[in-house]
């Protein structure tokens, strides 16, 4: 088993629907990343977390540590937004344990 | 723009070559990390520089080495290209040592070994 899962693995929705994915992991962790991966390549952090929750324009980060969960939402979700989403955990000894990331295709 | 620059972009070469991958941080970032990613796969985590200094190593092939110059530029060598080592090779900078800081990822090199 992964030390960080991610789902769901691939994800289709229209336009405008409110986007959730989802990642879990099974050790400590001092943050946890969420980063963006567009068709092209390029990776764009979108949020470092430890606790609670962080919000830029239609995206929102969330982490329960008790639960050991995070989740990612977009809202009015647009095409553009179409790319892979990863997860990434720091772990005790501050290594980064990447999730498989979630692809999102999100039609007009 | 993330700050952080790879070059080159693309690159292609044949195998039992050598090529160097030149990654320039952010200006202050300390760290620089590199990833591989090959095709459809996730990115794995090679090694990590602090201030000159190797302060982490993930699975890199011997074939390959990295360094951190004074002006805090680091450098990919890949020698002995196999087919197997065409992927996006990945730079990224944060300003701590401990991983506690966020990640500002360069736009990657693409090589090829045909």
């Known amino acids: 088993k992964n030390e960080v899962e991610q789902s769901p693995q691939n994800l289709t929705a229209q336009e405008g629907e409110f986007i959730t994915i989802n990642c879990s992991y099974s050790?400590?962790?001092?943050?946890l990343h969420w980063l963006q991966q567009h068709p092209g390549g390029g990776i764009v952090s979108l949020f470092m977390?430890?606790?609670?929750?962080k919000k830029h324009g239609r995206l929102i980060a969330t982490i329960n540590i008790q639960e050991k969960h995070s989740s990612l939402h977009i809202t009015a979700s647009h095409p553009r937004d179409s790319a892979v989403y990863i997860c990434?955990?720091?772990?005790?000894?501050?290594?980064?344990?990447w999730g498989a990331g979630t692809k999102l295709i999100i039609k007009p | 723009d993330s700050g952080v620059t790879q070059t080159p972009k693309h690159l292609i070469t044949a195998t039992g070559q050598r090529v160097t991958l030149r990654c320039s941080p952010r200006?202050?970032?300390?760290?620089v990390y590199w990833y591989q990613q090959s095709l459809d796969q996730g990115l794995q985590f090679l090694i990590q520089?602090?201030?000159?200094?190797?302060?982490a190593k993930g699975n890199i092939l011997e074939r390959f080495s990295a360094q951190q110059f004074p002006d805090l530029h680091s450098e990919l060598n890949l020698s002995s290209l196999e087919l197997g080592d065409s992927a996006l090779y990945f730079c990224?900078?944060?300003?701590?040592?401990?991983?506690?800081?966020?990640?500002?990822f360069g736009e990657g090199s693409r090589l090829t070994v045909l």
């Open positions: 050790v400590g962790i001092s943050a």
């Open positions: 990434a955990v720091r772990d005790s000894n501050y290594q980064l344990i």
């Open positions: 977390l430890s606790s609670g929750k």
């Open positions: 200006s202050g970032d300390l760290s």
């Open positions: 520089y602090y201030n000159g200094e190797e302060r």
């Open positions: 990224a900078s944060s300003p701590v040592g401990t991983g506690t800081g966020e990640l500002f």
